[in-house]
């Protein structure tokens, strides 16, 4: 027996899935710099809140002191 070489893709073919690779990059690109951009404004509402920094100076005194968490611990 011989080897026999694999069928050649079509240029289309080749062209189609090159497009779709590209495509679920740039749409990666899209939310990654969404993300950021709403993350450097201060108006996300779906990511950790931990970055999102408060504005009143008192809120901020409270969290790096550890104040306002489950204070039934014991």
Do not use: Y
Not at 24 to 40: D, I, N, R
Not at 52 to 72: C, F
């Amino acid at each position: 027996m011989t080897t026999v070489p694999k069928k050649r893709i079509s240029s289309s073919k080749k062209r189609i899935r090159k497009n779709l690779w590209k495509g679920k990059g740039h749409s990666a690109a899209l939310k990654a710099f969404s993300l950021g951009k709403s993350l450097s404004t201060g108006n996300s509402k779906s990511f950790c809140r931990f970055f999102s920094m408060p504005t009143d100076i008192n809120k901020i005194k409270r969290i790096l002191n550890g104040e306002g968490q489950n204070e039934k611990k014991r």
